[in-house]
């Protein structure tokens, strides 16, 4: 996917014309191409190659984020590539991102633009197809007021603020990721009921909401920092107000090669019930509540203790 070959290849082309367009090698790009034909992404007309109706599904137009996922010059391409220093994590315990690049995964999405805007598409495309369960899977009612900590471009936020008119809300997310957000919110008609602010998790949250909510945020992060994380919600939650965790959760939703994923490239891991209540008790919260949500992820719901 790196060389976007489905994309170049959906009008019949020779190989030396590729070849020259990347400057390849025409001899090793006939070799991939011959294997791709064997794989059925590619079929041979001629001396021509031309994608097929399956390898269309990797075209960026699919729109099923495989495009942005296989493609190691965007985040999550490269971040694969870490797994050849997997040894190093067992080990250690920790991510072998910074092993392999000299920096963690989230310092090289703020040192290249290009790779925050591949990750918030792959977030994007990977709850897409979730967002009406969590809307439906959940009672919103008894929230007046809800703050998205880390929202990413809002999404679901939005699916949440069209299905219950009388919520407002607040989502943070770095700079970058927020004036995504805010454009879109602008778009679909919500930019009155909710205000978007740049900003870290890990620093002080808009207090009194009736609710925070975390999607995929703390398998992201080792025990200290997922800690950190709820202690920031819990602050500024208060007595009254209530904390969602929606993520994978080791023995309701969770798959083993993405508590591997979670390991290598941030140095954290899908987490099991017990070992929420011990991070939750850790940030002075209560682990009230957890729930199969979706056909991959959990709801966690706490309360400060």
């Given at each position: ?13 020779t190989?030396?014309?590729?070849a ?22 590619l079929?041979r ?19 099923n ?34 092993r392999r ?18 990750f918030d ?7 897409r197809e ?5 809307v439906a ?32 809300a607040?989502?943070?997310d ?14 679909r008609?919500?930019a009155?009921r909710?205000?978007?602010r ?14 925070y909510?975390?999607?995929d ?43 591997l994923v ?8 899908e ?12 940030a ?11 056909g991959?992820?959990?709801l ?6």
């Open positions: 996917m790196t060389l976007e070959l489905p994309d170049r290849l959906r009008a019949p082309a190989v030396e014309k590729v020259a367009e990347l400057d390849l090698s025409p001899v090793a790009l006939d070799v991939l191409c011959g294997h791709l034909v064997s794989l059925g992404v079929e007309i001629s001396d021509q190659y031309l994608t097929t109706s399956y390898g269309k599904n990797l075209c960026a137009e699919a729109e984020g495989l495009a942005n996922l296989l493609d190691l010059n965007r985040a999550a391409g490269r971040a694969e590539l870490a797994f050849v220093e997997l040894e190093h994590s067992i080990r250690t315990g920790e991510a072998a991102y910074a690049y000299g920096q963690d995964f989230w310092a090289d999405l703020t040192a290249n633009p290009r790779l925050r805007t591949a598409q792959q977030m994007t495309n990977r709850f979730e967002i009406p369960q969590v899977g959940i009672d919103w009612s008894g929230f007046e007021t809800l703050v998205d900590v880390g929202g990413g471009r809002g999404d679901l936020l939005a699916a949440l603020l069209e299905a219950n008119p009388k919520l407002r607040q989502l943070i770095l700079e970058a990721t927020a004036a995504q957000a805010q454009t879109m919110f602008e778009e008609g919500l009155d909710v205000e978007v740049g900003g870290s998790f890990f620093d002080p949250l808009p207090a009194g909401a009736d609710g909510l975390l999607v945020i703390l398998h992201n992060w080792d025990d200290e920092n997922a800690r950190r994380i709820l202690e920031r919600c819990a602050e500024a939650a208060g007595p009254s107000g209530r904390i969602l965790a929606i993520e994978a959760v080791s023995g309701i939703r969770a798959r083993t090669e993405m508590d979670m390991l290598v490239h941030f140095g954290g891991r987490r099991r019930v017990e070992e929420f209540g011990t991070l939750a008790s850790a002075g919260l209560i682990l009230t509540n957890a729930t199969a949500l979706t991959q992820r959990g966690l719901e706490f309360r400060v203790g």
